[in-house]
């Protein structure tokens, strides 16, 4: 089992930025390739971003490349989701997940943590 809590979530202007956290505990952290999804009322869970476990490959969503950055650390067993230029349609509960292998499918995740709210107002 890995449990993942996240954090870092809030209300932020359009054009600004948050950092997400994603905490992991339990079986090696270093093992898994950490992705974080997000959804929206009323819509499906979609992928932003994934990170391989060694973090030397990384993976985005059309949607976010080059305003959003994953990256993690290993010794602290942590994973995080940078989010810059924010726009109002990145609203959504994010979550973070676990997988064995880089995937951008959701279903490829095996843990996943609570979710955090991110608000963007215009």
């Known amino acids: 089992q890995v449990q993942l809590v996240e954090s870092g979530g809030g209300l932020v202007q359009a054009g600004g930025s948050l950092r997400l956290s994603c905490a992991a505990s339990g079986r090696t952290f270093s093992n898994y390739a950490m992705g974080w999804f997000r959804q929206a009322p009323g819509k499906e869970r979609e992928f932003v971003g994934a990170?391989?476990?060694?973090?030397?490959?990384?993976r985005y969503a059309d949607s976010v490349k080059g305003r959003f950055t994953v990256s993690r650390d290993n010794a602290e067993n942590t994973a995080y989701l940078q989010m810059n230029s924010l726009k109002p349609e990145d609203t959504a509960v994010y979550y973070c997940a676990a997988a064995r292998f880089l995937t951008s499918q959701v279903a490829r995740y095996d843990y996943w943590g609570q979710g955090t709210q991110v608000t963007v107002s215009s």
């Open positions: 990170i391989s476990w060694s973090g030397g490959a990384t």
